[in-house]
C-alpha cells in the first residue's frame, strides 16, 4: 500500500516538474500549432533563428544576465564569507543585532528599499548603469549567502583548523587545506542561490538599469503575455539553460547536506 | 510479566545474514543480556523483538503469543535507545507522559504518574525542563522513566549506558537492577561489554556473527565457556592441547586429573583451560596437576600481579598476589586445581 | 602584546563590516529615503513639507484595499498549499528506496528556474488553448477553447497560484528534507515503541521538529509572494491587481508627483507584511503547541 502511494507521488512529481518545461522545447521548434493539435503542424527553426539574431537581443541580455550574477555571486562571497564565519564562530558585542540586521532583507519585502534606493543612485549616477544592477541585486543575495555559510561554519567548527594550525600550517595554508574543502559543498550552494537570485531578478534591473542595462528576464518578459508563444518558448528556454546546469552540479549536495539548508530553519 | 521465545529468528540483509536461527526464551520478569561485539546481530533481534524491523523467518512470541503481525505501536515492547534520547521538543514531563498521551489517558492521570516515574528513577520535580539542561545521566534515566511509565510488556535497552562515563555506568547499573526487580518487567539489554552483563544479567545470550554462542547464566561463561571464543570473550585466553582420556588429560606437560563434573567434552582431542585467577603459584612442586612454567614478563596491577608465562610453548596469563616476585626467564611451579580444569573442543 | 589583543577584539567586527555595512546603505538607506519620500520629502520636485497626505490618499482608496485583499488572499493561499504540499512529499521523499536520488531530483527541478520562465510555462500548459485544454478536446470533454475553464487572467488567480505552487514546494521540501535526514528515525521508532500511531507519531514527533524550517521557508515565501510584481502583471487581472504592481506602476508613472503616494502604498504594504508575519509565526507555534 505505501509502496503504491510512493510510487503514484514519484510519477507525479515527474509529470508535474516537467510538465511547464517540456512543451516549451516543442513550442521552440513549431511554426504553426493551432487548438486543438496535440503537435505543431508545421515545424521550424524560425524561433531559434529568432534568438540568435542580434535584432532579439538574447544574446546582449545573456551576456549581462550572465556577467551581473557572477559578479554578484563573486562579490556575495568576499562580502558574505568573512560576516558568516564570524556570526557562527565568533562572540562580539552586537552581535544579535547584526544578525537581525543581515535577515531583515529576506523576510522584509524590498519594494520600498528598491524604490529608495533608486531615487539615491539616480543622484549618485548609478542609474542605467551595470555596477548600479550589480549592487541593487546584492540586496537579497548577501543575507542568502550569510544565512548559508553561517550555518555551515557553525556546524563546522574549528577543531580541524585548530589541529592543522598546532600541526604548523598558516592561515593561508589553514583556509586552503582545511577550511575550504570543509566548507566548499556549503559554499557551493549558497554560491548557487545568489547566482539565481540575481538571474532571476526582474523588476530592480528594470527599475535600475532604466533599459539601458537589458538582461534576459526583461527580453522574454513581453513576449510572455504576447501571442508569439514560440518565440517565448524559445527565449526562455535560453534563460532556462544554465540555471538548470547549476542545479546539475549542486544537487548532490542540496539534499544531502543538512547543515546547508538548515540554516533556513534558524531564522 | 511476559514470557519471551524466540523461534528460529532469522534476519538477512541483502545476501548477508544478521541474525541466524535464533532460539531463546526468556522467563517471565527476567533479566537477559545480548553480549556481543558490534555487528553480531544483538542490536537486529532487538528490533524485531519490538516489531521496528520485520524477521526474513521465524517468529517472536510474547506469553506463547505470535507477535511477527503485531505492529510496534500495539505490541507494548518498548526501546530505550543509546543515543537520541528525549524528544527535543518536549519538556521532560511531556518526554516522560508521551506514551500516555498516547493512549488518551486523562492529563491529571498522567501528570501523577510522570510524577510518580521521575520519583523513581530519582529525579523529583524535573518535569517543566527541557530536555537539553539535563546530563547525560539524568536524560538516559528520564529516558527509562518515559519507557516504563507506560507499563510495557518487555522493556528493551539498546546499549543504554554506552555513552555515560564509568561512574555515572555504575550508578545507572545499580537503578536499572533494582528498578527492573521491583517492577520484575521481562527485561533484554544490548551490550558489548561483558562485565555489564555479568553485574546486570540473570542470564546471558552471547552472539557471535548472528549466531548464538551460549545462553547461560553469568558464572558459566567464567566457569565453563562452550569455545575458545567464548572463553576468549571473557578474558580467558590460557590454553594447552591435550588429548582426553577418562577422567584424565594428556598434555606436553604431562597426565592432569579433571573434576568428574567438568568433563563435558567427549574423549580425544581437547583444548585444557584454566581461567587466570585461577591458576595458582607454589613454592614447591606438590602432588596434583602441577606443570613447570617459564615467567615471560610480570605487570604489577595494584590489587593482584599479572604474570605471563610460557607453557610448553602456549601463553598463559595468571594472575598471583601482589606481592609476587620473580625473575623474568626463572622455570617456577603453577598447580592447576582439577576444580577450576574446563575442557574445550579443539575448533 | 597591546597590539594583538586589539586585534583579537575588532577582528570579528571587521569580519562582519562589508556585509553589514552594504546591507544598511542599501536596504535600509532605500528604506530611509523611500520612508521620506512618503512623508513628502522630495527634493527633486521641490516638495520638503512633512504631511500624511500621501497615506491619507492611499488609505481612502477603494483600488488600495481591493488590492490588498488579492495580494493577501494570493500569498496566504499559496503559502499555505505550498507548505503543505511540501511537508507531504519531503515525508515520501526522505526514505531511500530505488531511484530516490532521481526522483529527489526531479523535485528540486524547478528551484533554479526563473519565475518568469515558471510563468510561461505554465501558460503555454494552461491558457484555453494551451495544452491541457487540447488534451481536453482529445478526449471529447470539451468542444472549443472557450468551453475550458479560464484559469490565466481570471479573478482567483489560478496560474498565479500554479505558478508559485510549482516554485515554491520544492524549497520548502529540501529544507523539510534536510531537517528529516538529520533528524534520522530515531525518535519515530521510539514513539512507536511507546504505543504511537502513524498519525500520532506525525503529530507530535515530527512536526515539532519540522516546524522551526517550515516556519522560516514559508515567511520567507509569504513576504516574497506578498511583495511580487512581475507573476501577477503577466498572469492575474488588471482590477483587482495587486498592491506592489499598483505600486510600481504609480512609481514608473511619467508624472513624478505620483511617487510618494507609491512609496505610501509601499510602505504600508511593507508594514502589513511585518505584522502578518509576527501573527502567522505566533499562530503556527501556538497551533503545534497545544
Not at chain 1, 537589458?214 to 522574454?220: D, F, S
Request: glycine letters at 8%; proline letters at 6%; charged letters at 15%.
Amino acid at each position: 500500500m505505501q509502496k503504491i502511494i510512493r510510487w503514484v507521488t514519484m510519477v507525479l512529481i515527474v509529470i508535474v516538474a516537467l510538465a511547464p518545461i517540456l512543451p516549451q522545447f516543442v513550442w521552440s521548434f513549431s511554426h504553426r500549432w493551432l487548438f486543438p493539435s496535440l503537435l505543431p503542424s508545421e515545424w521550424s527553426i524560425e524561433p531559434w533563428e529568432y534568438v540568435l539574431s542580434p535584432s532579439s537581443r538574447v544574446g546582449e541580455g545573456f551576456a549581462n544576465s550572465l556577467s551581473i550574477a557572477v559578479v554578484v555571486s563573486v562579490l556575495s562571497i568576499l562580502v558574505g564569507l568573512p560576516a558568516a564565519r564570524a556570526l557562527a564562530l565568533h562572540q562580539f558585542r552586537g552581535k544579535v543585532v547584526i544578525e537581525w540586521l543581515l535577515m531583515v532583507p529576506i523576510i522584509v519585502p524590498g519594494i520600498v528599499a528598491t524604490m529608495g534606493i533608486h531615487q539615491v543612485f539616480i543622484r549618485l549616477h548609478l542609474t542605467d548603469s551595470f555596477i548600479g544592477v550589480c549592487l541593487v541585486h546584492l540586496i537579497p543575495c548577501i543575507p542568502y549567502m550569510v544565512l548559508v555559510m553561517s550555518s555551515v561554519f557553525a556546524n563546522y567548527g574549528t577543531e580541524l583548523e585548530d589541529t592543522a594550525r598546532t600541526l604548523g600550517a598558516g592561515p593561508f595554508a589553514v583556509f586552503r587545506f582545511v577550511t575550504l574543502p570543509g566548507i566548499f559543498s556549503g559554499l557551493l550552494v549558497a554560491t548557487m542561490f545568489t547566482f539565481l537570485i540575481s538571474w532571476g531578478q526582474y523588476i530592480t534591473t528594470l527599475l535600475i538599469g532604466g533599459g539601458t542595462i537589458i538582461t534576459l528576464p526583461m527580453v522574454l518578459f513581453p513576449f510572455i503575455s504576447g501571442t508569439n508563444y514560440s518565440n517565448a518558448a524559445a527565449i526562455s528556454l535560453v534563460f532556462v539553460a544554465p540555471a538548470v546546469l547549476v542545479l546539475i552540479l549542486t544537487s548532490r549536495q542540496l539534499g544531502r547536506e543538512s547543515a546547508v539548508m538548515g540554516g533556513f530553519g534558524k531564522l | 510479566m511476559t514470557h519471551v521465545i524466540l523461534r528460529d529468528l532469522t534476519r538477512r540483509f541483502g545476501g548477508v545474514t544478521a541474525v541466524d536461527r535464533l532460539n531463546l526464551e526468556i522467563k517471565s520478569g527476567e533479566l537477559v543480556a545480548f553480549l556481543g561485539p558490534s555487528g553480531c546481530g544483538k542490536t537486529t533481534t532487538l528490533r524485531m523483538m519490538t516489531g521496528l524491523l520485520l524477521p526474513t523467518s521465524g517468529d517472536v512470541l510474547f506469553d506463547n503469543k505470535s507477535m511477527v503481525t503485531v505492529p510496534t505501536e500495539k505490541r507494548g515492547a518498548v526501546m530505550v535507545f543509546q543515543k537520541h534520547l528525549l524528544f527535543p521538543t518536549m519538556t521532560i514531563g511531556q518526554n516522560v507522559g508521551f506514551g500516555l498521551r498516547m493512549q488518551g489517558v486523562h492529563k491529571r492521570e498522567i501528570e501523577r504518574r510522570v510524577d510518580e516515574m521521575l520519583e523513581l528513577v530519582k529525579l523529583p520535580g524535573f518535569a517543566p525542563r527541557k530536555a537539553h539542561e539535563l546530563s547525560g545521566g539524568q536524560q538516559q534515566r528520564v529516558a527509562l522513566a518515559r519507557a516504563l511509565v507506560v507499563h510495557p510488556k518487555v522493556l528493551l535497552l539498546d546499549e543504554p549506558l554506552a555513552n555515560l562515563d564509568a561512574n555515572l555506568r555504575l550508578e545507572m547499573r545499580e537503578l536499572i537492577r533494582s528498578i527492573q526487580r521491583e517492577l520484575s518487567i521481562t527485561t533484554v539489554f544490548v551490550t558489548h561489554d561483558q562485565e555489564e552483563a555479568v553485574m546486570l544479567a540473570d542470564r546471558i545470550a552471547l552472539m557471535f556473527d548472528g549466531l548464538l554462542q551460549q545462553y547461560a547464566q553469568p558464572q558459566d561463561f567464567y566457569q565453563r565457556p562452550s569455545s575458545v571464543r567464548v572463553a576468549h570473550f571473557f578474558r580467558n585466553d590460557n590454553l594447552l592441547s591435550g588429548t582426553r582420556r577418562g577422567a584424565e588429560v594428556e598434555t606436553p606437560l604431562g597426565t592432569l586429573q579433571i573434576d568428574p563434573s567438568r568433563m563435558q567434552q567427549p574423549d580425544g582431542k581437547v583444548l585444557v583451560t584454566v581461567r587466570p585467577e585461577d591458576v595458582q603459584l607454589v613454592p614447591n612442586p606438590a602432588e596434583g596437576n602441577c606443570v613447570e612454567a617459564k615467567v615471560l614478563l610480570q605487570v604489577y596491577m595494584g590489587t593482584h600481579t599479572q604474570v605471563q608465562l610460557d607453557l610448553a610453548g602456549h601463553t598463559w596469563m595468571v594472575h598471583s598476589p601482589a606481592h609476587f616476585q620473580a625473575q623474568v626467564g626463572q622455570t617456577i611451579t603453577v598447580q592447576l586445581p582439577a576444580s577450576s580444569i574446563w575442557l574445550l573442543p579443539t575448533s | 602584546m597591546r597590539w594583538l589583543s586589539l586585534m583579537e577584539k575588532l577582528r570579528a567586527p571587521l569580519m562582519v563590516l562589508p556585509a553589514v555595512a552594504l546591507v544598511v546603505l542599501l536596504f535600509f538607506g532605500g528604506l530611509v529615503v523611500g520612508f521620506s519620500q512618503s512623508l513628502g520629502y522630495f527634493p527633486a520636485i521641490g516638495s520638503f513639507d512633512l504631511t500624511l497626505r500621501y497615506y491619507g490618499d492611499v488609505l481612502t482608496d477603494n483600488t488600495f484595499f481591493e488590492s490588498l485583499w488579492q495580494t493577501f488572499r494570493l500569498a496566504l493561499l499559496s503559502t499555505v498549499m505550498s507548505s503543505v504540499l511540501a511537508i507531504a512529499l519531503a515525508l515520501v521523499l526522505r526514505n531511500t528506496f530505488k531511484g530516490s536520488r532521481f526522483f529527489t531530483f526531479m523535485f528540486q527541478l524547478s528551484i533554479p528556474i526563473p519565475h518568469l520562465v515558471a510563468a510561461a510555462g505554465i501558460v503555454l500548459l494552461v491558457s484555453q488553448s494551451g495544452i491541457l485544454a487540447r488534451g481536453a478536446y482529445a478526449l471529447g470533454l470539451i468542444d472549443a477553447p472557450r468551453n475550458f475553464p479560464v484559469m490565466v487572467f481570471d479573478r482567483p488567480g489560478t496560474a498565479i497560484q500554479l505558478t508559485y505552487l510549482w516554485k515554491e514546494v520544492p524549497f520548502i521540501g529540501i529544507v523539510v528534507l534536510a531537517i528529516l535526514q538529520g533528524v534520522g528515525p530515531q525518535y519515530e521508532e521510539i514513539a512507536r515503541t511507546l504505543g504511537a500511531n502513524a498519525w500520532q507519531r506525525f503529530r507530535y514527533v515530527l512536526l515539532p521538529l519540522i516546524l522551526p524550517g517550515v516556519l522560516s521557508t514559508s515567511i520567507i515565501v509569504f513576504a516574497y509572494v506578498f511583495a511580487s510584481y512581475e507573476i501577477p502583471l503577466l498572469l492575474g487581472v488588471r482590477h483587482p491587481t495587486t498592491l506592489p504592481v499598483l505600486a510600481f506602476q504609480s512609481y514608473q508613472d511619467p508624472d513624478l508627483s505620483l511617487r510618494p503616494q507609491a512609496m505610501a502604498m509601499s510602505i504600508i504594504l511593507t508594514l502589513i507584511a511585518i505584522v502578518l508575519l509576527i501573527v502567522y509565526k505566533r499562530l503556527a507555534r501556538y497551533a503545534v503547541n497545544s
